[in-house]
């Protein structure tokens, strides 16, 4: 049994189909014994193939769409593509076509990521031209200038997310009947405080809860003393200098607004509308030591 179809083989029985009684004919996974003349080499491969299997479950944990049964026939599909597309005699066709996938792959993700269209022969033409001489590229140079451009791209992004997120805001302030106090913060109910009013570059203490509109809680925070602006972003600030001290009140903003690049940690988007619970109060020390 050659190496290339004992590969082949192996990644057969990758996908566990599950099993729901063989009156309906529907495939069981197989083993390693459902293989016949089976030898050290074959059972390696098996094994490799599910930890294969595993590897791609992982995946699917981040990103449900993998776990239909239509992807993982079509990652089956492009598995034995890419096992068939390999030639053994030669590393260096190997080598560009792993190193082909993995362009079409990261070029995808870029488009998707900016939103800018893509041109498959520049990248093609540009590899061929640096191979032309005997001698390697300007590998600084090169870097300098994709970070520039890369750079002007996530920036025109932020600004685009920004902008929908505005807009997403605006719209639910309107149904929620909520006071604008700037286009990224609105005011809803709350209690009025009796203390001083708040101030940027005061010293405060804080309770903060944010969550999503649907309740989930994304981040809930007290401080006993910190100084209004220099710790909570934009937004929260805007927020603070409408209450008093000793006061409570429920505001909202956006994704993009409170969490900007972090939004990921949080699993929210740009355009999410966020309720964001603040309580400021006297600095802890300051109240511990007026008693």
């Known amino acids: ?52 299997a595993q590897r791609y479950w992982s995946r699917a944990g981040q990103d449900s769409t993998l776990g239909s049964r239509e992807s993982r026939d ?31 792959l990261n070029m995808g993700q870029f488009k998707k990521e900016y939103d800018v269209a893509l041109n498959r022969e520049i990248i093609l033409n540009s590899v061929a031209d640096g191979l032309m001489n005997d001698s390697a590229v300007d590998a600084h140079g090169m870097q300098r200038e994709f970070r520039n451009i890369l750079e002007r791209f996530a920036k025109e992004k932020e600004e685009r997310e920004a902008a929908a997120s505005r807009d997403a805001l605006a719209q639910a302030a309107k149904t929620g009947k909520w006071t604008k106090i700037t286009d990224n913060i609105y005011a809803g109910e709350g209690t009025d405080g009796t203390g001083a009013p708040v101030k940027k570059g005061e010293r405060i203490s804080l309770t903060v809860q944010v969550s999503t509109l649907d309740g989930r809680e ?48 949080y699993r929210v988007k740009p355009t999410d509308v966020l309720v964001v619970k603040l309580a400021p109060g006297a600095p802890k020390a300051a109240a511990d030591s007026a008693e």
């Open 1 to 52: 049994m050659k190496f290339r179809h004992i590969l082949l083989a192996a990644a057969a029985p990758l996908m566990l189909l599950a099993s729901c009684g063989g009156d309906k004919g529907e495939a069981t996974p197989r083993t390693l014994a459902d293989y016949k003349d089976i030898t050290a080499a074959d059972s390696l491969l098996y094994y490799f193939g599910q930890m294969q």
């Open 218 to 265: 994304l981040d809930r925070q007290t401080r006993d003393d910190m100084k209004v602006g220099e710790y909570f972003s934009g937004p929260v600030t805007d927020a603070l200098e409408t209450m008093k001290l000793g006061g409570d009140r429920t505001f909202y903003t956006s994704g993009s607004a409170l969490f900007g690049r972090f939004m990921e940690r």
């Open 74 to 104: 079509e990652y089956m599909r492009g598995l034995r593509a890419g096992l068939e597309a390999a030639r053994e005699s030669s590393e260096a066709y190997n080598l560009g076509l792993n190193d082909g996938v993995q362009l079409a």
